[in-house]
């Protein structure tokens, strides 16, 4: 699904990365780790196109990343949270996961400012009418009559189903009763599902995220595992940078190690806790203390 | 110093001043958008205004309505104004969006530094005034009155026309409908998502170059519209008329604190509104050092302005 070919990445003179190699395999969840300054989270901005890469290439199902335009690459299928939250502070929950949402509509600015794209609606899908008498249910009875004949057009349609979906995602993740509330205000924790919740809503193929479970304790840790699993059960592959060895252990199918910019080995939880390198490089203790 | 006078007029000087207020308010919008989303002074932007007063006397000349003529129905009225403010609009829009395309757009690209941005806009400014003083031979263009100021009802003793209540009036229409566009909308949503966190708006999709073609197109219609308040209020322009509109625009912005789209019509409003009283106190020509006084104490006690910068915010 996505290859990583060789890639370096130099700063100035700062090797970044230096020619790491891998692939993340269709509906797997892949963990990243590495000590701090491994070069972790310069891969993940390589692969969304944040930092561009000095030699080699990114392929996402087949098609060259590197160069695109960041919206463009998000449109292609690659979506990612932060180390470091970095959520829409003004704006609600919902909100913000509305703005990932609308990275999938398909109607144009100039179609949404006409809305002559008409689709005919189905009978619940009418505006009700709720008023009991008067103006106002004359109104709402104009309107339910007029989508009758001349349908909703297609903007409407999608915003609809772009809030039914973003509420579904909040409801995923756990945050829905908490929909309307900025997002400056909501805990930590609430941050940090929301922007998994944002993330999904650009409907990605792959899901990066990066340490979701940074400053969580055991059992939100726990429930967040939970997180994890269910969506990729729902056939999105995810690719995982953490921290906490018994996090990656628990949950991924496969492993990348990286020191200093390079991979230092590959493989499933249990050959990567066996190899000498790892546990010299990374672990820095002998790995069944990990 | 004349403070009687002012208390003697206060409702009325309160209503003319209004009246300006709307049209800076108006104008202060496209300063705030772009500042909103790029931190950048489009200092062009009273040349965005020029055009569209200009505009408007080409529109009305072409439907009939040149120096001289008679006075039109008000059925004649409403259709002038609406024809003015769909041409100013769109000549207004389109020059922003020509501003932001020459002027601004190859700088992003190369990621220049914020000075190199207002150089660029001052350019910008300078080359539209002078273009379009070198094509009308800096000769001012007089347009017939559209509308004859007529009483309809007073308030505390001050006078209100047909034409103050129908400037206040449209002036605030257009905020209704810009502030729930950005608030309301799909396009909203992005423009306040860029203004909030541009990386992280990008990388969620959001096509940022869209949404700075919007906000220029936003503002510089928005600007196109109050040229026809304008034209309809003054009944003259010429090649510099953007010049001390947009200064008083931008500190209507920053009075409001830029980049807060309550904050323009607000810092319009009491920028209209103070100048005049101004005006009262110390006469007519000390009406701009009153406005600009204004903003340098307000600015010392609130530097972000009466309600802040954000654009990003609900509120916004």
């Given amino acids: 699904m996505l290859e990583v070919d060789n890639v370096t990445i130099r700063f100035g003179g700062v090797v970044a990365l230096d020619g790491v190699d891998f692939v993340v395999r269709e509906g797997e969840i892949l963990g990243l780790i590495g000590p701090n300054g491994a070069g972790k989270t310069t891969c993940f901005n390589a692969i969304t196109g944040v930092a561009k890469p000095t030699k080699g290439a990114i392929r996402f199902n087949g098609e060259s990343v590197a160069g695109r335009k960041r919206y463009k690459i998000t449109r292609l299928g690659i979506a990612r949270t932060f180390q470091n939250i970095r959520l829409f502070p003004e704006m609600t929950a919902l909100e913000n996961v509305l703005v990932g949402a609308d990275a999938r509509h398909k109607t144009s600015v100039v179609g949404a400012l006409l809305r002559v794209y008409r689709v005919p609606v189905k009978r619940h899908e009418l505006a009700e009418v709720t008023a009991t008498g008067g103006l106002a249910r004359l109104a709402q009875q104009a309107r339910r009559t007029g989508q009758r004949f001349f349908g909703l057009s297609r903007h409407t349609l999608e915003e609809r189903a772009a809030r039914a979906k973003a509420t579904e995602l909040l409801r995923l993740v756990g945050i829905d009763v908490r929909a309307g509330e900025l997002a400056r205000n909501l805990s930590y924790g609430e941050q940090r599902r929301l922007e998994i919740a944002r993330a999904l809503a650009t409907e990605p193929g792959l899901l990066c995220l990066d340490e979701p479970a940074a400053g969580f304790n055991p059992a939100e840790k726990e429930e967040l595992l939970a997180l994890i699993r269910k969506i990729r059960d729902t056939g999105v592959t995810v690719l995982l940078i953490e921290h906490d060895m018994r996090l990656v252990m628990g949950v991924t199918d496969r492993i990348v190690v990286m020191e200093f910019g390079k991979k230092i080995a590959e493989g499933t939880p249990a050959e990567v806790r066996e190899n000498p390198k790892v546990i010299a490089a990374y672990l820095g203790v002998p790995a069944d203390a990990a | ?316």
Avoid: C
């Fill in chain 2, 1 to 316: 110093m004349n403070f009687q006078f002012v208390l003697d007029n206060l409702a009325a000087l309160t209503v003319t001043g209004l009246t300006q207020g709307s049209i800076y308010a108006l104008v202060a919008l496209g300063y705030t958008l772009v500042y909103g989303v790029l931190r950048l002074i489009n200092f062009a932007h009273s040349e965005v205004f020029m055009i569209g007063t200009f505009t408007t006397t080409i529109i009305w000349a072409a439907l009939g309505f040149g120096v001289g003529a008679a006075a039109p129905s008000t059925l004649g009225v409403l259709g002038l104004i609406l024809a003015a403010v769909l041409a100013a609009g769109a000549a207004s829009g389109a020059t922003a969006l020509v501003v932001e395309r020459v002027a601004y757009r190859p700088l992003r690209k190369r990621n220049a530094p914020p000075l190199i941005f207002l150089i660029s806009a001052i350019g910008a400014s300078v080359a539209l005034m002078e273009a379009a003083g070198a094509i009308t031979n800096r000769q001012p263009r007089g347009m017939p009155s559209l509308v004859f100021p007529k009483v309809q009802f007073s308030i505390f003793g001050a006078d209100v026309t047909n034409l103050q209540l129908g400037i206040i009036f449209s002036a605030l229409l257009m905020w209704v409908g810009l502030d729930t566009f950005i608030n309301r909308s799909r396009l909203g949503r992005g423009v306040r998502a860029v203004a909030q966190n541009p990386e992280v708006a990008a990388l969620m999709g959001v096509n940022k170059d869209r949404v700075i073609m919007l906000i220029f197109i936003l503002g510089g219609a928005m600007a196109g519209a109050a040229s026809v308040l304008y034209d309809v209020k003054v009944g003259l322009t010429t090649y510099s008329v953007g010049f001390l509109i947009g200064i008083k625009a931008f500190t209507a912005a920053v009075l409001g604190g830029i980049g807060n789209l309550r904050g323009a019509l607000l810092g319009g409003l009491l920028l209209g509104v103070v100048e005049n009283y101004g005006a009262g106190v110390f006469g007519n020509q000390w009406m701009d050092v009153v406005a600009f006084l204004v903003l340098v104490v307000v600015l010392l006690f609130r530097p972000n302005g009466l309600l802040g910068e954000s654009l990003g915010r609900a509120r916004a």
